[in-house]
């Protein structure tokens, strides 16, 4: 080393720009998802000023009509536009799933880690309430809450979230029981870091990988979710649109309208597809140990 | 020599990466004799596995290649196919590996492991697989073998799990027995009877050996014929003796010159630098002459009847059945720039008693004074301050860094944590703690998996310093490095110990780093100190058995020192579980010499 490098004052090397976010893009599959998901985020916030006709306009004349040039993507069992419904569906479908699931992260996730840090009886409560939730059906549980809160979308996303907390807790928990093992975390603790410090800064960013796809998957759960409670009326209140309670109409005509069943459900499926391809490119960007 | 058993003649081997073909094995040609016993010795990623992988044909096909000609008994490995192979493979060849906690099946007996190679590659009947398991579990020394063949692996130790291993690996009497590492995971005492046991029973089956390893201890006590890798290739070639006392490469120099030799402190008081050896001219530096480092003033730290227990439950209430006494009433005292090495072998304690120390773990009984602090009766925040204190360092530079955060953010962290100054001057001590550390402080922002085995260890000892600690707990800090690796850091410890007056517990099992390294040295075994005094004193006069028998088990780098015939004794390592209400015996020491006590009852 030469005495200029060794006199030049602390500069360190330049950050490389946001590296997850480069990551992020340089992945195929997490691309496609990005644009999956925000093609159907831009329909959803943009419905109101598209040229499309009223979602909850009935028609007598236009009942069940296939695909045309007046009505692109048919008509339902009323004569509505199914196109129409379908971008104004996108709204209460994309915030179900959206809004439910970081609910639950954001309740179960800490609930996880103070189980798996604190162990014993912390733990131990923590775990026998989330095994407790688990052990009932997931839709039975989220119907008994939304019945218990009353039919309204946003008690559907918030009886949702509840329900699919457990999940995050036990998985958070199990995370951070591996994590806590590494040196690190003790070497936190002889440095004289306190348990919100190792908590916050140690175990947490150490245990996001698997959440987030966790909660990618459950994303696609919860959109089906708010459809079987809509369906039930317990969600998105009728006539407002939503794909589950589309969905959940068009069972009734398979044989003789069968695209007021394919719209909806090849939307439920592009979405879900593109939380999961983001969620498996987040996965590997936010791992700075992944090249 | 007549026809080699093995001859791989200009092997080499590539493993595809982001669809380019990157050789980590180039052009190695090498015999293995009838009944030789041939080392491949090599630091990691010398390729040393792989070239045994090779000849296994174990890489998986698609991502790997090998071009060359792999002979075993006249027949070219290369060009026979998977189904062929596996004929080969465990029948003609075997292969023993590192790790004898995974290797073995858990959910199966060992005797079914084992009689089940024998159905299959021998035809035998399941009875007569069964006589023969009993035979060769007898073989390989087994006690009891009728007994414990229908015992499944965890009811074996690490050592009795590898002579599982090579008794499923004689099952098919190989050729070629090809064993990787197989003693770097176990304790020195065990390795020593590992090793004694493979050289018998290749005199007794007349196998040959093909023996990898980085241990140059371990080649020096095996080997005949020795083939040294460096960077994929073999630099060296030859006789072990020739290798050891005639080694014409510089590689071959620089890597027995960092090899720390059991008995070369002979007639010195204070610790040595490792001389280091230029890899490319083989030029070496000798070390300076060291500074007594050693404080005058009273001790820093104080343990008096140190005793950590762990409560054993079981049953349905969880009751208390019984205790691992892990730390039995241990005392000593560290001084401001003095190296005390605790030694021992796994399971003994001493690592439970650094952690004891560090209240990482709570104590069951007795005092810690450490500057000033009555470590015992902290709490909160008092705790943590005390921590500025003592710092320690770990085993495994691979988890003890966050992998989500900068380096120089762990740097800095401690120190903005006890704020102790700004972010700014936190920054500058994490740049200045770096250089100091021997890496650039432009590294600053980088991950840790941006750094190499011994850079980490550099970081992680740069950490421990950023709160100015007056002790340091090495927990087998130096172990998992590399033998050039390991003397550098070794030497950074002792510049360090130099420049701020440090005092270090090195908690180890190399007896010769530690004889390297320590002004003192205390040897633990089942919890207890048996043996403590200045090194000089312990290493050239050691009194209690056990250590007698842990140094004469270290494997000594020098073929000429080979032979000294252990016997092979089976004993295992004892455990310290005792039941409820067990009343751990007085201990009396006797003075050997001046500071230095023998545990006599």
Redesign the interface.
């Known amino acids: 080393m030469t005495a200029i490098e060794q006199t030049s004052p602390v500069v360190a090397e330049k950050r490389e720009g946001n590296r997850a976010w480069r990551k992020l893009k340089a992945s195929r599959s997490a691309t496609a998802g990005l644009i999956i998901i925000g093609f159907f985020a831009i329909l959803a916030i943009c419905a109101p000023i598209l040229p499309i006709p009223d979602p909850v306009a009935t028609s007598w004349s236009a009942i069940r009509k296939a695909p045309s040039a007046a009505h692109w993507l048919g008509t339902d069992d009323l004569g509505r536009d199914i196109l129409s419904r379908m971008v104004w569906g996108a709204r209460a479908s994309l915030m179900a799933g959206i809004f439910s699931v970081t609910l639950a992260v954001v309740i179960g996730v800490p609930f996880g880690i103070l189980a798996g840090y604190f162990g014993g009886w912390v733990d131990l409560v923590i775990s026998r309430i989330t095994e407790a939730l688990l052990a009932m059906p997931f839709l039975i549980m989220a119907i008994a809450l939304a019945a218990f809160l009353g039919p309204s979308l946003t008690n559907a996303m918030i009886s949702i979230g509840l329900t699919a907390m457990p999940i995050f807790v036990r998985l958070t928990r199990g995370q951070v029981l591996a994590v806590k093992q590494e040196d690190f975390v003790e070497g936190a603790r002889s440095v004289g870091l306190g348990h919100v410090d190792i908590m916050s800064r140690y175990i947490l960013p150490n245990v996001t990988a698997p959440i987030i796809v966790q909660a990618t998957l459950t994303v696609a759960t919860a959109i089906i979710a708010e459809a079987s409670l809509s369906f039930l009326g317990l969600g998105q209140q009728p006539p407002a649109a939503s794909w589950g309670s589309m969905l959940n109409v068009a069972k009734n005509f398979l044989s003789q309208a069968p695209w007021m069943a394919m719209w909806p459900g090849a939307a439920i499926f592009l979405v879900v597809i593109g939380f999961n391809l983001l969620g498996d490119g987040l996965r590997d960007a936010l791992d700075p140990r992944e090249h | 020599m007549s026809t080699p058993v093995l001859s791989v003649k200009n092997l080499t081997t590539s493993f595809r990466v982001d669809g380019q073909w990157k050789s980590v094995v180039r052009d190695i040609s090498f015999d293995v004799g009838a009944g030789e016993t041939v080392a491949i010795v090599g630091e990691s990623g010398s390729g040393k596995s792989v070239t045994s992988l090779s000849i296994m044909r174990l890489l998986a096909a698609n991502s790997s290649r090998i071009d060359g000609k792999i002979f075993l008994n006249g027949r070219d490995l290369v060009a026979l196919s998977e189904k062929e192979m596996r004929s080969v493979r465990g029948n003609e060849m075997a292969m023993i590996f590192q790790e004898p906690m995974t290797s073995l099946n858990p959910i199966f007996t060992i005797g079914r492991q084992i009689s089940e190679v024998l159905t299959r590659h021998k035809g035998m009947t399941a009875a007569e697989a069964r006589d023969e398991t009993i035979r060769l579990l007898e073989k390989v020394r087994i006690p009891n073998a009728k007994g414990r063949f229908d015992e499944y692996p965890h009811q074996f130790s690490g050592g009795m799990r590898q002579r599982v291993m090579i008794a499923m690996a004689l099952a098919s009497k190989p050729k070629l027995l090809i064993a990787d590492e197989p003693t770097t995971a176990l304790d020195v005492t065990i390795q020593g009877q590992i090793l004694d046991l493979i050289k018998v029973l290749q005199e007794e089956e007349g196998m040959s050996v093909l023996f990898i390893t980085h241990d140059m201890g371990v080649v020096a006590e095996i080997s005949d014929r020795t083939i040294v890798m460096f960077r994929g290739e073999a630099v060296e070639t030859g006789k072990t003796d020739d290798i050891f006392h005639r080694g014409q490469h510089a590689y071959t120099r620089a890597l027995l010159s960092a090899v720390p030799k059991l008995g070369s402190m002979e007639g010195r008081k204070l610790p040595l630098r490792f001389p280091i050896v230029d890899v490319k001219t083989g030029i070496s530096t000798e070390p300076s002459e060291e500074k007594d480092t050693v404080s005058k003033k009273g001790p820093i730290l104080e343990v008096k009847n140190l005793v950590t227990r762990f409560a054993i439950r079981s049953g349905l209430f969880s009751r208390q059945t019984g205790a691992i006494h892990a730390v039995e009433n241990v005392s000593f005292d560290l001084r401001e720039g003095e190296t005390l090495s605790l030694v021992g072998e796994s399971g003994c304690g001493k690592s439970t008693t650094g ?1 004891s120390i ?1 209240r ?1 773990i709570e104590p069951t009984s007795g005092q810690i004074q450490l500057d000033g602090y009555n470590v015992r009766d902290l709490r909160g925040s008092d ?6 204190s ?3 360092i ?3 530079p691979f ?7 900068t380096v ?1 953010a762990a740097v800095a ?2 120190f903005i ?2 704020q102790m100054g700004s972010k700014r001057q936190a ?2 001590k994490a ?1 200045d703690l770096l250089e100091r550390v021997g890496l650039s ?7 840790p ?1 941006e750094f190499s085995g011994g850079q980490r260890q550099r970081i ?1 000892i740069a ?2 310093l ?2 100015d600690p007056k002790v340091i707990v090495a927990d087998e800090s130096v172990s998992a490095l590399d033998v050039s690796i390991k003397a550098q850091v070794c030497n950074l410890l002792l510049d360090l110990q130099e420049s701020l007056n440090l005092a270090f517990l090195f908690i180890s099992h190399d007896m010769a780093v530690v004889e390297r390294v320590s002004h003192r040295v205390a040897v633990m075994y089942l919890g207890e100190i048996v043996e403590i005094g200045p090194r000089a004193s312990v290493f050239e006069n050691p009194q209690h058995p056990y250590t007698k028998k842990l140094m004469a088990a270290v494997p000594v780098p020098d073929p000429a020192r080979r032979g000294i015939r252990r016997g092979i004794s089976n004993d295992e390592l004892k455990s310290p579980v005792r039941p409820n209400g067990y009343q751990p015996p007085q201990r009396e020491y006797r003075e050997v010499s001046s500071g230095h006590f023998v545990q006599v009852a």
């Open positions: 952690r560090m990482l705790l943590r301050r005390m921590r500025k003592i710092q320690m770990f085993q495994d988890s003890s860094l966050n992998p989500r955060m120089g962290e401690p944590k006890h920054q500058e740049a402080s432009a590294m600053m922002n980088r991950y998996h992680a950490r421990a950023s709160l």
